[in-house]
């Protein structure tokens, strides 16, 4: 994969009716997707999920979800710089509305299991300090595998203050095995969607972090894109990280991840040129900034 093929900026993908849609084939590989729809007041966009598993997680703004004759109410959130969201869960083969006002992303996954549509509350949402110094971020583990459960879909939420790095050390999932140092790694699609605080979707002149992939000799990959917000970047294969904020403007991403193993993981290996700066974390203090958001008091 070219880096020109990795980085997707906002409105390249645009399919009606959503603002970005990339589909496992869009991404050319088997599992994972992501797609955001953005509703004006009153708006309502109905449509099926196929075979695929899907969220609906408000980025900015409030809906209603129909699906399966059941009702699920998000009260959402202003920005995702401003709260830990609630969500809702939509099974494989439904029909779906969802009404409301707002920008939604809707991370999916190929599914075999067909679950029931539920809902997810914020203040149930596992929120993580990670790193520490300028390596620290918040982590929203919403729909990580020990947090709720689904098909094959994993996806959480990362907020890295102005100025720090995540995504640190670098790290890959592009097998399933377990390495000569009894650590263990997963085949796993990754989709990266990014907001920055101060910008919105769309605005070319608009504040921007930078997200670096590179590969191996066997696999090799050379990405390193300017992005703003609503751009996505592909990561199939390789080392990926830093995800690097710029000073000033706190960056946000949200990760989707799935693939071919029956039991959902996140397992990674970092470049083990650079597994050494975890040791340092233990002298250092986690960023006082942190946590940057919490869990909303609307939620319903």
Same mark, same amino acid.
């Given at each position: 994969?070219?880096?020109?093929?990795?980085?997707?900026?906002?409105?390249?993908? +645009? %399919? $009606?009716?959503?603002? @970005?849609?990339?589909?496992?084939?869009? !991404?050319?590989?088997?599992?994972?997707? /992501? &797609?955001?729809?953005?509703?004006?007041?009153?708006?309502?966009?109905?449509?099926?999920?196929?075979?695929?598993?899907?969220?609906?997680?408000?980025?900015?703004?409030?809906?209603?979800?129909?699906?399966?004759?059941?009702?699920?109410?998000?009260?959402?959130?202003?920005?995702?710089?401003?709260?830990?969201?609630?969500?809702?869960?939509?099974?494989?083969?439904?029909?779906?509305?969802?009404?409301?006002?707002?920008?939604?992303?809707?991370?999916? +996954? %190929? $599914?075999?299991?067909? @679950?029931?549509?539920?809902?997810?509350? !914020?203040?149930?949402?596992?929120?993580? /300090? &990670?790193?520490?110094?300028?390596?620290?971020?918040?982590?929203?583990?919403?729909?990580?595998?020990?947090?709720?459960?689904?098909?094959?879909?994993?996806?959480?939420?990362?907020?890295?203050?102005?100025?720090?790095?995540?995504?640190?050390?670098?790290?890959?999932?592009?097998?399933?095995?377990?390495?000569?140092?009894?650590?263990?790694?997963?085949?796993?699609?990754?989709?990266?969607?990014?907001?920055?605080?101060?910008?919105?979707?769309?605005? +070319?002149?608009?504040?921007?972090?930078?997200?670096?992939?590179?590969?191996?000799?066997?696999?090799?990959?050379?990405? /390193?894109?300017?992005?703003?917000?609503?751009?996505?970047?592909?990561?199939?294969?390789?080392?990926?990280?830093?995800?690097?904020?710029?000073?000033?403007?706190?960056?946000?991403?949200?990760?989707?991840?799935?693939?071919?193993?029956?039991?959902?993981?996140?397992?990674?290996?970092?470049?083990?040129?650079?597994?050494?700066?975890?040791?340092?974390?233990?002298?250092?203090?986690?960023?006082?900034?942190?946590?940057?958001?919490?869990?909303?008091?609307?939620?319903?």
């Amino acid at each position: 994969m070219s880096a020109a093929e990795a980085h997707l900026p906002w409105g390249t993908t +645009a %399919r $009606a009716p959503w603002a @970005l849609e990339v589909t496992p084939e869009r !991404a050319g590989w088997r599992y994972a997707g /992501l &797609r955001v729809l953005t509703l004006p007041a009153g708006g309502a966009v109905t449509f099926d999920t196929g075979d695929e598993e899907m969220l609906v997680l408000p980025l900015a703004g409030a809906a209603t979800v129909h699906c399966d004759g059941v009702r699920l109410t998000l009260a959402g959130r202003p920005s995702v710089f401003a709260a830990v969201t609630d969500f809702a869960y939509l099974p494989r083969d439904a029909t779906v509305t969802v009404r409301g006002e707002g920008r939604f992303a809707l991370p999916s +996954a %190929r $599914a075999t299991r067909r @679950l029931s549509p539920r809902y997810a509350a !914020a203040r149930d949402v596992p929120v993580e /300090l &990670r790193g520490a110094g300028p390596a620290s971020r918040q982590v929203n583990n919403f729909c990580a595998p020990e947090a709720f459960d689904c098909d094959r879909l994993v996806a959480v939420e990362v907020l890295t203050p102005g100025g720090n790095w995540s995504s640190y050390p670098p790290h890959k999932h592009e097998e399933d095995r377990t390495h000569d140092d009894g650590r263990a790694e997963a085949e796993l699609e990754e989709i990266y969607y990014f907001e920055v605080a101060g910008g919105e979707p769309g605005d +070319a002149g608009g504040p921007v972090g930078y997200q670096r992939v590179y590969g191996t000799t066997r696999r090799p990959i050379d990405v /390193l894109a300017e992005v703003r917000g609503g751009d996505v970047v592909l990561v199939p294969y390789g080392y990926h990280g830093p995800s690097m904020a710029a000073p000033g403007y706190h960056l946000y991403y949200l990760n989707v991840l799935a693939g071919p193993a029956p039991a959902r993981t996140m397992a990674c290996v970092d470049d083990p040129r650079h597994h050494w700066i975890r040791d340092g974390w233990a002298q250092q203090p986690v960023d006082p900034r942190l946590p940057l958001t919490g869990p909303t008091t609307r939620e319903a």
